[in-house]
């Protein structure tokens, strides 16, 4: 063999050690042994000229097949270790739901409509920014990448700095996407407001962000310390806290400035002075790590589009929160849970495609575009995960429901339509977003860009989306009947 066949072999070697976690080595030790890219089999294990081809995988055998290089994962260890922070992520957004419902009437929030447009894009930025930096790390852990203190240390502060910029940015976005919808929709300006939603989002979403992504280091190095898979149980524990701590600062933070605003204008203002100096010095740490530079270039896209998304579901909740009483508990509950679940789906499968696939090219027998009950049941690797989401999703959306129900009525009020329609209405979210979830994460992979920066963002902002549609979409059905939530409560 030639000198190029033999560091093409050590080429390929080498690659495969770093992508699966094990070594590959030639048995004989002969630089003059024939192999080449067809003696790698779809395993990564090389085989000699003489072997048999590989066994084609049956479609309905394709869900058994383990991680390469890996020992497969029980159902039942997947199970618990994704239902427990889960259930965990639940009481979260109840309580995100609860306290949207009691401060709905503060001053700020009837005065100033545009607040109701910020309060999904706010949340969703936890999946856009949080829960991608969750799933980054949660991919660099599994590939064996977080081993060393000062390797872990740069990650950790390039991911951390890259989230602030992004939270700036997104923030100011975002706010001037509901002043704009505000003055459409009221046919009013008021500078003053201007001040107090830019303000308001930006102090928001960097306070969140910080306080979350200090909760996701501590949970992928544990999740590491006691040999848990963090892509079950990092985003489902980031989305517990982050729902109710976005919604309750904006709240205090509007109110606040919103008290301020009547009196001078120098807190709003001196606030935004000190976030937008501080931003060169956060693109300055960021583009000076490895491990955050190519996001800072490549990865506003996806943020700011999704930041756009779920503004149109702000608008939604912004119409729905007068007209139905009820609604504001439910919205985040519904939007929560269905972005909990698809960002531990779509986490799953981006790890899994970067140990099994090169980036560009689908692994063997997958397809882009695959039929729904393939993805959602049976007959792909994602189809056993997707099951367990989807019982996961009916039985924690009965029971949140009935506990937010309890706690905002002080009784039990649930109806069996409403249940009936809610619980409809969410598991079709949740389905929705799993399949497309499936689909967008293959198509750019195929594209060669990396699923961990820009798949979460959307697959969480069209889960508040269409967890805002779906569910203003039940409350209209039932008020026609009837039957409207808490119907039976003021009739007592």
Known sequence: MSCVGSHLEMAIQKYWKRMDGYIIIDETGCPDTAFNMASVNTNGDLKSPGDPPDKKVTEADAEKQPLSGKKEERWWNTLMQVAVPFFIAGCGTI????????VRNWEVFLNVS???????????????????????????????????????????????????????????????????????????????????????AVFTATTTCFVLDF????????????????????????????DIVSNSVLAVTAQYMYDQIKISLWQPIALMCVYYSLLPLWVFI????KYTKSVLMTGWTPVISALFISGIGGIVLDQAVEKY???????PIVNGIGGNLVCVQSSRLTTHLHQTAILGILPE???????????????????????????????????????????FQGAVTIQFAFGLTYVMCSMLQVMMLLYLAYMLIHFMW???????????????????????????????????????????????
Do not use: H
């Not at 309580?95 to 009691?102: I, N, T």
């Not at 009483?325 to 919205?331: A, H």
């Not at 967890?467 to 203003?472: A, K, R, T």
């Open 446 to 492: 195929k594209k060669q860009k990396d699923p961990d920066n820009a798949a979460i963002p959307y697959l969480t902002a069209l889960g508040d989306l269409l967890g805002s549609v779906f569910l203003g979409l039940a409350f209209v059905i039932l008020s026609i009947f009837g039957l409207q939530y808490g119907n039976n409560v003021s009739g007592t």
């Open 215 to 242: 909760v996701m280091v501590l949970v992928i190095f544990g999740s590491q310390k006691f040999k848990v898979n963090p892509d079950n149980v990092a985003t489902p524990l980031a989305a517990s806290i982050g």
């Open 286 to 289: 960021v583009w000076r790590n």
């Open 114 to 200: 545009a607040i109701f447009v910020l309060v999904p894009s706010l949340s969703g930025l936890k999946g856009n920014l949080d829960m991608c930096l969750a799933s980054r790390l949660s991919t660099q852990a599994n590939l064996g990448n977080m081993e060393t203190p000062r390797e872990v240390i740069s990650m950790v502060v390039g991911n951390i700095s890259l989230v602030q910029v992004q939270a700036i940015v997104a923030a100011t976005v975002v706010s001037m996407f509901a002043i704009t919808v505000n003055a459409i929709t009221d046919r009013a300006f008021n500078g003053s407001y201007v001040l107090l939603l830019i303000a308001s």
């Open 325 to 331: 009483p009820g609604y504001e508990v439910f919205q």
């Open 365 to 407: 027998k997958t397809r882009i575009v695959e039929w729904p009950w393939k993805t959602l049941f049976f007959g792909t690797t994602a189809a056993k995960v997707a099951r367990m989401l989807l019982v996961l999703a009916v039985c924690g959306q009965m029971i949140f429901m009935v506990v937010a129900d309890f706690i």
């Open 95 to 102: 309580g995100a739901g609860l306290v949207l419902g009691s």
